[in-house]
């Protein structure tokens, strides 16, 4: 093969080689680009692979800092949907920190208040919202945001709270508040009404008559076993006092024992109640369905 033919077939292969490479780059470059980053970023929140999706949002922010309140607020809302609830959080106060009177701050209020209820602190939830409430301007907003307080006292089993609250909100604007306010307001009522027993009167019953506290909060088979071992501890120091008096070492012994069984049996007593309720309110709040706004 002549050399020109040679030199013009190398020519041909560099120039291809040189355009492949060109097209490969264009490629790369288009895809690494803030437009598609974002796009990317917004599929996998899509599919629900929400601390991808952070990553993604984190890049974006690298290439277009002046998107950053409104890619800020997406990433916090991933943490908070991928169970990361204390970074959640200290996402949300930052963007409040950086812009106190943005477009987001109302949401980022009831956001902060949500992942607390998330993160099962009721008593956080409703204290930071109900002290946010003045600074969340959005009416659609307030009104989740007291809705929200609500289902906090439900948990907190501060049923009267609850219901006077959700009665107030029986007359929203907002009309999914206005149906949901109807439901948790009798829930509350129902939560009230529950057939607890009173820690105080289990142990004044079993003061009176061992085991009868017991009785009382359904525990029968602890009955039984309190009035056996008083009854027999005391009657056991009882003869042994008759029989040797006031210096019977069987009498002391057994009364000091029959002592702490009949404290302990209305110490007992007390808990029992508490139990009970803690069991039957536990079981009833099982059942309160929340579905929390985005």
Known sequence: MPSKQIWGLLLIILLNTALLSFAGSEESFAYYSPENILRFADSLYAQGDYLRAAGEYQRYLFYQPQESAQIHYKIAICYRFGGKTEQAIQGFEALLRTYPEGQFASRVYYQIGATYFLMDRYEQSSQFLH????????????????????????????????????????????????????????????????????????????????????????????????????????????????????????????????????????????????????????????????????
């Open 131 to 294: 002290e946010a409430l003045p600074r969340i301007t959005d009416t659609r907003q307030h009104a989740e945001a007291e809705q929200l307080i609500g289902l906090s006292y439900l948990r907190q089993k501060r049923w009267s709270e609850a219901g006077r609250l959700f009665k107030a909100l029986q007359a929203s604007d907002v009309i999914q508040i206005r149906e949901k306010a109807e439901v948790y307001h009798i829930y509350a009522e129902k939560g009230a009404a529950l057939p607890t027993r009173s820690p105080f009167l289990a142990g004044t019953l079993s003061a009176i008559v061992p085991g009868a506290g017991r009785l009382y909060t359904g525990r029968f088979g602890d009955v039984l076993n309190t009035l056996f071992t008083v009854g027999l501890t005391g009657w056991q120091a009882y003869d042994g006092f008759r029989r040797d008096g006031l210096s019977s070492a069987k009498g002391w012994t057994l009364g000091t024992l029959c002592g702490i069984f009949y404290v302990g049996n209305i110490y007992g007593s007390v808990i029992s109640a508490r139990v009970y309720n803690r069991h039957i309110t536990d079981e009833f709040l099982a059942t309160l369905l929340v579905e929390l706004p985005y």
